[in-house]
């Protein structure tokens, strides 16, 4: 029975192909939205993590308690607490830390920079993960002295051709030679979710533990938070078990180290949850915005299926008098809506395919496992399954109208054809305002975002990054152990580079502004002392001279770095203004004293003098005012890894190789890495804004056209259903300016009643939306007039039409049709 309805359903289709072709579209958008955006979270929310029982992984991060656990620090733990930590819990199987390490490779010919992990050697077997070749680390590799290394995959592959015997060999990262014990199959990598970008190979935090000249390492620093640190539980240890074990220890190491603990508590999550971090609430008001698209797909098709059905009274009329049961009717009517939405799922899948294409190149760098957003047999499914549903959802109240036929009426007018009752008109009315309000709906979405990523786009950054173009550099720490060494280095390399035909002028920093990057040290003030545990952590940054003059940032009091602020001259300091604000108010901030608790050399750090304030500039975020920063001179704090800043009026892919060219003069066994413009960096910082922004207003774009769509084909069947009323009331003497009006006017009641639904419905639900904003409410009445606006113009235009066609309507015509 039904390969039989389904053949006649199919033939019904074939007669018209104009409403075929109109259906399946309208679902193919509908559809296809919906795909495109499940492929994107299924890849980064609901794809398990690649490891053995991802479920009981878990990321323990800091906060600190004066700020809440939604303010976690981004790398988040100190060596000697994560000691603690692993020693006192009693819900973890095993805990690892990590932290990334540019490293670089020499294999004889040419110097490679590799992007490297160092991790504990319990890492590879709290991830159950096994290597392709060799073994992995162990935990006694954890102690200074040990030079143990795993190379991933595509690193084995392409610099060292796969070979097989690499296991037991010794390769060259930083000057150190590293035994190779172990490759890691194809895919595997560790940490996910850091920009996408791929580690190369990993070593153990033994080369962290260990110093040369005799100052304290970082990983005997507590307080010192840098590495990241993961856990898995013990089988049967729920995650609220295990936040509330880490509770106590925190507490107890508060009181035990005031000093570096005091404020700060351990906040456990699963490892997917910190991985997809702030990225899950855009995609899921992505989701919930593609689906308001479906279901205006859906509603559309709806109002063409009961058209239709109008059209098909006498011949269901004649198939209910021969004895066809409702339920037949209706499972006829189901077949071939599902059939259309079958068709129009296949249609949306390809349009899905093609779009994701064209998405991956809006989507931020910051979003996880980008490489692995593709059509999977998940994705499959749920297009099947919404194909399946949309089609039953907007088949069955036709259907189910359809059932119920006037059988005596129907047959009885047919020699003047088929009419819609008043409860039908109203029911197509009502699909109509349904359609609005989503329409509405997601207007308003979309005008906050694009309203709130031009107001972020607009937010100066604090430095001009036209004609700025940057690089990394990573001196090995063999050749370049001493902090005086490093300074000699990047001295010579900032004149050579400055010296260069089209280059106005080059500088140093440990960090470029809006990279995602940043360090904050606690600092001491010397006119406003406070006890340890209490002293600010300010974001801190380490130039070399000219830097705010290659960056444009502009000097407010006081003087920049020189080339004379060396390791034996006075420790000096510039701040920004919003330091100043912060905790100088009301004073003079130049001459004031700090001492920013890092240090590069052995002893305690020095106190500096403030000798400059500079204007705000925003170093991890556009989202956020500018936070306070303190600037350091490289000489002073010579730092064995920077980013070089050139200014020029040269074509920047020249730059790539003057800088490289540049730098293997001083060392050959040093690379380049990284270049890139500043404004890419500037970019990067607001594309997830940006996505929101154009995918959303994409789906307001398809939602608007077929609320438009669904209006006109209301109005105008409106008018051919009507047409004998309307022919003898201009018999009667009726102005065709009082049919306008009438027709006109009943189309735009729809419109206004929808509105008024539709904006009630933005004010309750755009607090949803707050956390995606920047600069404007969620409720702006401005934005949500705006777009009522324009959905008022589309109406409008939508309704006069078929409202003119009705006014010039012949009357003799007119009665003559009936």
């Known amino acids: 029975m039904l390969l039989q309805d389904l053949r006649y359903a199919l033939r019904m289709l074939v007669k018209q192909p104009a409403f075929t072709f109109i259906v399946v579209i309208t679902f193919a958008l509908g559809i296809g939205a919906n795909t495109a955006v499940f492929s994107v979270v299924n890849a980064v929310v609901l794809r398990p993590l690649p490891f053995q029982q991802p ?7 800091l906060y600190d308690v004066r700020e809440g656990p939604e303010k976690i620090e981004g790398m988040s733990v100190s060596y000697p607490d994560f000691e603690d930590w692993r020693a006192q819990n009693r819900v973890f199987e095993r805990a690892a830390v990590y932290v990334n390490r540019s490293l670089t490779l020499t294999d004889g010919k040419q110097a490679m920079h590799v992007v490297g992990e160092a991790v504990s050697g319990e890492l590879f077997n709290l991830l159950r993960a096994k290597p392709l070749l060799g073994r992995t680390f162990t935990a006694n590799e954890d102690e200074p002295g040990n030079r143990a290394v795993i190379l991933s ?98 507490a107890r190491l508060a009181q035990q180290y005031p000093d570096s603990d005091a404020y700060f508590r351990v906040r456990v999550r699963s490892l997917r949850d910190a991985i997809v971090g702030q990225t899950h609430s855009a995609l899921m008001m992505l989701s919930a915005m593609a689906a308001c698209v479906g279901l205006v797909a859906c509603v559309n098709v709806a109002n063409l299926l009961l058209a239709r059905s109008v059209s098909r009274q006498k011949q269901i009329s004649i198939r209910a008098a021969l004895g066809a049961a409702r339920r037949h009717i209706v499972r006829q009517l189901l077949t071939e809506s599902v059939l259309l939405s079958v068709i129009g799922g296949l249609a949306g899948l390809l349009l899905a395919i093609w779009g994701l294409d064209a998405m991956k190149r809006f989507l931020p760098s910051n979003i996880p496992r980008i490489d692995q957003i593709s059509p999977d047999t998940r994705v499959l499914a749920f297009t099947a399954a919404a194909s399946l549903i949309v089609g039953i959802f907007a088949g069955l109240l036709p259907a189910w109208r359809a059932s119920h036929p006037n059988i005596a009426g129907s047959l009885n007018e ?48 604090g430095f001009d990054r036209t004609n700025v173009f940057t690089a990394r550099v990573a001196l ?41 990057s940043e360090i904050t040290l606690t600092t001491d003030i010397q006119e406003h002392p406070v006890p340890k545990s209490e002293q600010p952590a300010v974001q801190v940054n380490v130039v070399a001279p000219d830097f705010f003059k290659t960056l444009r940032v502009p000097l407010l009091r006081g003087r920049e770095f020189t080339e004379h602020d060396d390791i034996n001259a006075p420790a000096v300091a510039i701040v920004t203004q919003s330091f100043v604000n912060k905790y100088f108010r009301g004073e003079n901030a130049l001459g004031k004293r700090i001492k920013p608790s890092g240090s590069v050399t052995p002893g305690e750090p020095p106190m500096r003098e403030i000798v400059g304030v500079v204007g705000d500039l925003h170093l991890t975020t556009l989202r956020e005012a500018a936070q306070p920063q303190i600037y350091i001179p490289h000489q002073q704090f010579a730092i064995s890894t920077v980013s070089l800043f050139v200014r020029s009026t040269v074509n920047p892919s020249s730059l790539t190789s003057l800088l490289r060219n540049a730098v293997a003069e001083l060392d050959k066994d040093v690379p380049l890495y990284r270049p890139r413009l500043l404004s890419e960096y500037v970019s990067s910082s607001i594309a997830q804004p940006r996505f929101n922004a154009i995918l959303v207003a994409l789906f307001a774009g398809i939602a608007l056209l077929l609320a438009a769509a669904g209006i006109f084909g209301v109005m105008s069947y409106a008018v051919s259903q009507r047409t004998h009323e309307i022919g003898i009331r201009l018999a009667l003497g009726a102005q065709r300016g009082d049919v306008l009006r009438l027709i006109f006017g009943e189309g735009m009641r ?69």
Request: glycine share 10%.
């Open 55 to 61: 479920q009981d992984l878990v990321d323990l991060a």
């Open 153 to 250: 995959y595509p690193v084995w592959q392409t610099q060292f051709g796969g070979d097989k015997s690499i296991i037991g060999r010794s390769i060259t990262l930083d000057g150190n030679s590293y035994e190779v014990v172990g490759v890691m199959p194809k895919g595997f990598d560790f940490p996910l979710g850091r920009d996408n970008i791929p580690v190369d190979l990993w070593i153990t935090v033994a080369i962290l533990r260990e110093s040369s000249d005799g100052s304290k390492p970082m990983t005997a620093q507590r307080g010192n938070n840098f590495l990241g640190c993961i856990a898995r539980l013990k089988r049967g240890i729920s995650m609220a078990q295990a936040q509330a074990n880490m509770d106590t220890i925190s």
């Open 414 to 461: 047919s020699a003047r054809g088929s009419s819609e009752g008043a409860h039908g008109r109203r029911l197509r009315s009502a699909l109509v305002v349904v359609e609005i309000v989503l329409a509405l709906l997601l207007l308003s979405t979309a005008g906050l975002l694009v309203e709130s990523f031009l107001r972020l786009q607009k937010v100066p950054p």
């Open 476 to 516: 090995p720490d063999t050749t370049y152990g001493k902090p005086a060494e490093c300074a000699a280095f990047f001295d010579k390399l900032l004149k050579r580079v400055g010296q260069s035909p089209g280059v106005q002028s080059a500088s140093a920093a440990w960090w470029i502004p809006l990279s995602g």
């Open 750 to 818: 729809l419109v206004a009643l929808g509105a008024v639904v539709g904006v009630a419905l933005v004010f309750g639900v755009g607090r949803l939306l707050s956390n995606l904003l920047y600069g404007i409410g969620a409720s702006d009445p401005v934005t949500i007039f705006s777009v009522t606006i324009l959905l008022g113009l589309v109406a409008f235009i939508a309704c006069w039409w078929p409202a003119r066609r009705a006014s010039v309507v012949d009357p003799v015509v007119a009665l003559r049709s009936e």
